[in-house]
């Protein structure tokens, strides 16, 4: 199954204490990249929020984290001040006064919204609490995420289908030019040659005429290039079709697909193969970039 690494999750809790909010979102990435933003007094949770996305949500992508908690309670432990963040909050908030000449209305209740100027001592018995508490917020939140995810990869199979169809078929027409080009090909050769060898008064070796002019309709033979372009368009329906995440492998089968294309152009002289070689390149271009988006 295909799921997209671009996704959107969210999920809010109302307590008694307290209301928990937690959003997802995630682009496309090479890696796992996970940054988790959490009010100060719950940064303790930040490696179990990571490590239950990615065991749970998605195995590489870009992600982010937003955990957004009002509290209603004092329950949150004992309260403090960092007392250094605090004092270079403070003289950042006199600079912007100065300098911009700003209305001085610095007080108590304007510094307080800012919440990373407390400190909570909590309880260590409270910690697990805590976690589950979080976890089953963030677990709603997962859920969405990856239901977006698979609506986004289902589509994107969808698409990206439709275009592997479109080059079989376009690779199904060169198949069939190439066949004629490449008979017509040896046969304009070799009456060229005796043309040559007439003209000259020279008797031809019969059998060494007719091997050369088969090595050479050889070269423009792209047979083994579209036995291998079906091969990797069979190994495009098992990647899709496995429960594995496929984003890379189809990555890699995309590269090979273009090398036999390019090959293709190449090799087969005819301006028509060559047209058809554009068309397979530009869809082969479109599928790529889908891939770039699937985990």
């Known amino acids: 199954?295909?799921?997209?690494?671009?996704?959107?999750g969210r999920a809010k809790r109302p307590g008694?204490?307290?209301d928990i909010t937690i959003e997802l979102k995630s682009v496309n990435s090479r890696f796992f990249d996970c940054n988790v933003k959490?009010?100060?007094?719950?940064?303790?949770?930040?490696?179990?929020?990571?490590?239950?996305?990615?065991?749970?949500?998605?195995?590489?992508?870009?992600?982010?984290v937003f955990v957004t908690v009002d509290n209603h309670t004092s329950g949150v432990g004992n309260v403090g001040l960092d007392s250094a963040y605090l004092e270079s909050y403070l003289a950042a908030l006199g600079r912007l006064r100065d300098e911009f000449g700003l209305k001085d209305d610095i007080s108590v209740m304007t510094v307080a919204r800012n919440q990373d100027i407390f400190t909570y001592d909590k309880?260590?018995?409270?910690?697990?609490?805590?976690?589950?508490?979080?976890?089953?917020?963030?677990?709603?939140?997962?859920?969405?995420?990856?239901?977006?995810?698979?609506?986004?990869?289902?589509?994107?199979?969808?698409?990206?289908?439709?275009?592997?169809?479109?080059?079989?078929?376009y690779a199904d027409e060169v198949e069939q030019i190439s066949k004629e080009d490449t008979v017509g090909y040896r046969d304009k050769l070799e009456s060229r040659i005796r043309a040559i060898l007439d003209d000259a008064s020279i008797s031809p070796d019969e059998n060494r005429l007719l091997t050369e002019c088969a090595i050479w309709a050889d070269k423009i033979a792209i047979d083994e290039e579209l036995v291998r372009l079906r091969s990797h368009f069979g190994a495009f329906y098992d990647i899709i079709a496995s429960n594995e995440a496929s984003g890379r492998k189809l990555d890699f089968l995309m590269q090979e697909l273009n090398r036999?294309?390019?090959?293709?152009?190449?090799?087969?002289?005819?301006?028509?193969?060559?047209?058809?070689?554009?068309?397979?390149?530009?869809?082969?271009?479109?599928?790529?970039?889908?891939?770039?988006?699937?985990?």
Not at 1 to 8: G, N, V
Request: aromatic share 4%; charged share 40%.
């Open 123 to 169: 309880p260590e018995e409270d910690l697990e609490a805590e976690w589950e508490l979080f976890r089953s917020v963030l677990d709603e939140a997962i859920q969405g995420y990856n239901e977006m995810r698979e609506r986004e990869g289902a589509k994107a199979e969808a698409d990206i289908k439709a275009k592997i169809e479109l080059v079989r078929s």
């Open 1 to 8: 199954m295909i799921k997209s690494m671009t996704a959107f």
């Open 16 to 18: 008694e204490s307290k």
């Open 38 to 64: 959490l009010p100060r007094a719950y940064v303790f949770l930040e490696e179990r929020i990571k490590e239950h996305i990615r065991k749970n949500a998605v195995g590489r992508a870009k992600v982010d």
């Open 260 to 295: 036999e294309t390019n090959t293709i152009g190449s090799k087969a002289n005819n301006a028509r193969i060559a047209r058809i070689v554009v068309n397979m390149k530009g869809e082969l271009e479109k599928i790529r970039e889908q891939v770039q988006n699937i985990e």
